[in-house]
């Protein structure tokens, strides 16, 4: 069984953030970016389903700029398989972000797809219930 997992790029959880002087969002240049934190615990999952004999082969994606691929990066140091980055330079929405994933669903052809409950950054919780929808 083939297991997709999306992780996200997003402001390390212990980095205090800066908000921009016109107030219009949070700075993060200069500043340490690491894979969301549920989304670690959901590429742990999926090795323990390997490890277990469940998943054969576990395939991350992350969606955003050409610097997601360190986050892919510690993915596959952490036990995944393969790893796809969706490069865009725009800035993904929850909805977007379901139909991306959606596509690539189709062409990986997963039996098991595990998102992170949330992201940290924006602490939407949409996505994995739009992809499921």
Do not use: W
Request: hydrophobic letters at 50%; aromatic letters at 2%.
């Amino acid at each position: 069984m083939k297991a997709l997992v999306a992780v996200k790029r997003v402001v390390d959880y212990n980095v205090k953030v800066r908000v921009k002087a016109d107030g219009t969002d949070v700075d993060v240049a200069n500043v340490k970016m690491s894979m969301n934190p549920f989304d670690e615990i959901a590429v742990e999952e999926a090795v323990r389903l390997k490890e277990a004999g469940k998943v054969s082969e576990i395939v991350v994606v992350s969606l955003g700029v050409k610097q997601c691929e360190e986050t892919l990066r510690t993915a596959l140091a952490m036990g995944a398989d393969r790893a796809i980055l969706v490069e865009t330079d725009v800035e993904l929405q929850p909805l977007a972000v379901a139909k991306l994933l959606k596509a690539v669903a189709e062409k990986e052809q997963p039996q098991l797809l595990i998102v992170g409950k949330q992201a940290i950054d924006d602490d939407a919780n949409q996505t994995g219930q739009m992809v499921s929808a």
